[in-house]
């Protein structure tokens, strides 16, 4: 073969090589993209857990009316998702005016409270307003997805302002 062969593939492969990283950059772009568009939103409720606007099961075991929502958040010591979940919670639960937090554990003390509110999987959330009704439940995987749903409830449970009426005839 002659150099000219040579040097010919040669700018051809990093021609290649130039294309292809302008094709992962754009990739990477739309990947961007996509994850803004699909961004959290709330919990996942998958049809397990406790039903919407009933009232919550061992209103015994929580102080549902110490708080305006109460946050049962239940968790396994095997679960990753979990241990990276719990410091957020906990932040949550300390900057959060009017919440209550309880870690619920799996473990043999907690088995009842899991059965109780059908809990199958972890990490999974129920918000409890202060009467003891089930305001929202799922899984969350992430702290903004507990943030959203915790917005959502509280924007259900705020109270709607009068109508005002306006009165023409003052005239």
């Not at 593939?9 to 992962?24: D, E, H, N, Q, T």
């Not at 870690?103 to 509110?117: C, K, M, Q, R, W």
């Not at 969350?140 to 409830?153: F, I």
């Amino acid at each position: 073969m002659t150099g000219g062969v040579w040097i010919a593939s040669y700018v051809a492969l990093w021609i290649a090589v130039v294309v292809l990283g302008v094709a992962v950059v754009a990739l990477l772009r739309q990947i961007g993209v996509l994850h803004a568009r699909v961004r959290p939103m709330g919990v996942h409720f998958g049809g397990e857990g406790p039903e919407r606007h009933a009232p919550a099961p061992l209103p015994e075991r929580f102080a549902f009316d110490a708080a305006d929502v109460t946050l049962l958040a239940f968790t396994s010591p095997t679960c990753e998702i979990c241990h990276s979940l719990l410091p957020g919670l906990r932040a949550l639960r300390r900057d959060e005016k009017g919440l209550a937090l309880e870690l619920i554990d799996h473990g043999p003390s907690t088995l009842e409270v899991f059965s109780a509110y059908a809990v199958t999987g972890t990490p999974y959330v129920v918000a409890v307003d202060r009467a003891g009704i089930v305001q929202a439940r799922g899984v969350a995987n992430t702290l903004d997805q507990v943030e959203e749903m915790l917005d959502e409830v509280r924007t259900d449970l705020a109270p709607t302002a009068p109508e005002t009426s306006v009165d023409d005839t003052h005239g």
